[in-house]
């Protein structure tokens, strides 16, 4: 079997930026075993499968695995598919994707980028025993989204830029998979974060478009207005627009093609 992949840098202006998704339409599911064992095989932050809905729902059924696991929700790989799908659509100006834990999610065309509509996902604040030790700081406040999201608000930037987290600590963090975000104001953009991810398989994720769905409705409250430039500080970096529209985040970003290929099972 032949199959196609497309690696993208997503939320990137260049290549070798941003974060990396491998992209793969597929005609029919393959096993789960499967599409595990190619995102391993692949080694990026996450692998994005799609292929035609029969269900009328929306273009195209998404599905997203890590290295380790599949995941309810990944923003820079969803761009990243509709980057592939519209350049294969050139007249197309928007496509959608139904998802089996988040929904129906659309990408479109928007300048020379794209903008990517994700549910707004606003945290509560809460306490978290074993957080400041596994991040190497105390935060100001600690929220939370259900057990999948924590963030970690620090004073200044400078805060999150020098965290040396022990990656093993917060993947003992209650939920196992937890994704962990550490968020401030100010920065090279209005908000600078950094996004954990170890029980997931990815120590430091790059660039993170559902962190971004989580924070925004709290740094849009903070900031007092709904758009905000947003500066994830990786050692690939990325940059993202952010604006909250209700009950929706808007993320518009660039996508670069750095491999066209073939893949063969």
């Not at 849009?220 to 758009?227: I, M, N, P, S, Y």
Request: glycine share 10%; with cysteine; proline share 6%.
């Amino acid at each position: 079997m032949q199959l196609r992949f497309t690696q993208v840098d997503a939320f990137a202006e260049r290549p070798f930026t941003g974060n990396q998704a491998c992209v793969m339409p597929l005609t029919e599911w393959l096993p789960d075993s499967t599409l595990r064992a190619i995102a391993n095989e692949n080694n990026v932050a996450e692998t994005a499968f799609y292929l035609p809905d029969a269900s009328g729902a929306a273009d195209f059924e998404l599905r997203w695995f890590t290295p380790a696991v599949e995941v309810a929700l990944c923003g820079h790989a969803t761009l990243a598919s509709g980057h592939v799908a519209l350049g294969d659509a050139p007249g197309r100006q928007r496509v959608t994707f139904v998802t089996r834990r988040s929904g129906v999610l659309a990408v479109e065309r928007a300048g020379d980028g794209y903008a990517l509509d994700l549910p707004a996902m606003a945290p509560t604040a809460s306490e978290l025993p074993g957080l400041a030790g596994a991040l190497g700081a105390v935060p100001e406040a600690v929220l939370m989204r259900g057990h999948d999201y924590v963030v970690g608000v620090f004073a200044r930037p400078e805060q999150v830029l020098e965290l040396k987290p022990d990656f093993r600590a917060l993947a003992a963090l209650p939920g196992g998979d937890v994704l962990v975000i550490a968020t401030a104001a100010g920065g090279e953009a209005d908000v600078t974060s950094r996004v954990f991810a170890p029980g997931a398989g990815v120590d430091e994720d790059p660039v993170t478009g559902s962190a971004h769905a989580i924070i925004a409705p709290y740094w849009a409250e903070r900031l007092g207005r709904a758009a905000f430039s947003a500066h994830q500080a990786s050692a690939r970096g990325g940059r993202l627009k952010v604006e909250l529209r209700g009950d929706i985040v808007r993320l518009t970003g660039g996508c670069v093609t750095v491999i066209d290929g073939t893949m063969h099972l």
